[in-house]
């Protein structure tokens, strides 16, 4: 026997339109299988908190919507590596060896992250602070959640490469239209309102890209028509159109 975890609370509802800055600019129908997937993910993942931290409703409710946001289109399926999500009070400090910046190297160096996403089955790790500052859309282009999660979506095709699992006839464009942005910004050109952060390599350009198409989706749409295409045919979603 396996047993069910907690899944949306009673409060859930009211919890994702109190914090999730999205949620009014859903229709209907939207909105009812955001709390779907939300409560999918909220049962069927571990959930953890870091040494220090408690989770309660709000916490795994706000960051569980910001995630269903991004398959919205798609289905909980794409989050078959996602293995679980452990929250942190805060930024976190990390000092274990990791993955390098560059493919096949490791690093020790202490730094600072919002999130990360671990290699495979790995769960995703969110700083709670930032995780609520996205659901706010406090500062723009920004989301934590949408960022690892997006890299897990990355993975599922068994490379973070910037290329997620696509239809085939879709590949080629997608390529086309990503490098020729990556490889400005790499260069030093700007590609407003994509983030220099995007040119570190290319699976963070797709994270990267990713928040931009959901919190500066009008801007990302004016100014990089192309790459608001390809994303929209991806997530299945043309969040320009939902933008007062
Ligand atoms: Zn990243």
Request: hydrophobic residues 40%; aromatic residues 6%.
């Amino acid at each position: 026997m396996r047993l069910r975890r907690p899944g949306l609370p009673a409060e859930g509802r009211s919890l994702v339109a109190q914090h999730l800055a999205h949620w009014p600019l859903l229709d209907e129908d939207e909105q009812q299988r955001l709390l779907q997937i939300t409560d999918e993910l909220l049962s069927r993942k571990r959930w953890e908190a870091a040494r220090g931290f408690a989770l309660d409703d709000t916490v795994r409710v706000v960051i569980a919507a910001q995630a269903a946001l991004l398959v919205l289109g798609l289905s909980t399926d794409h989050y078959r590596l996602v293995s679980g999500i452990v929250v942190h009070p805060s930024t976190l400090q990390t000092s274990g060896v990791r993955a390098g910046p560059s493919p096949g190297t490791v690093t020790a160096d202490r730094m600072s992250v919002l999130g990360l996403a671990q290699d495979g089955r790995g769960p995703v790790v969110v700083a709670w602070d930032q995780a609520l500052a996205g659901a706010h859309r406090t500062e723009p282009g920004h989301n934590v959640v949408l960022h690892e999660f997006a890299h897990k979506l990355d993975m599922l095709d068994g490379a973070i490469d910037g290329t997620p699992l696509l239809p085939r006839d879709m590949r080629a464009e997608w390529i086309t239209v990503c490098t020729d942005v990556y490889d400005d910004l790499v260069s030093g050109r700007p590609r407003p309102p994509m983030r220099w952060y995007g040119a570190t390599n290319p699976g963070e350009f797709f994270a990267v890209a990713t928040e931009v198409f959901f919190e500066q989706p009008r801007e990302l749409a004016a100014l990089e028509p192309e790459l608001y295409g390809v994303l929209t045919r991806f997530y299945r979603q043309d969040p320009a159109a939902r933008e007062p």
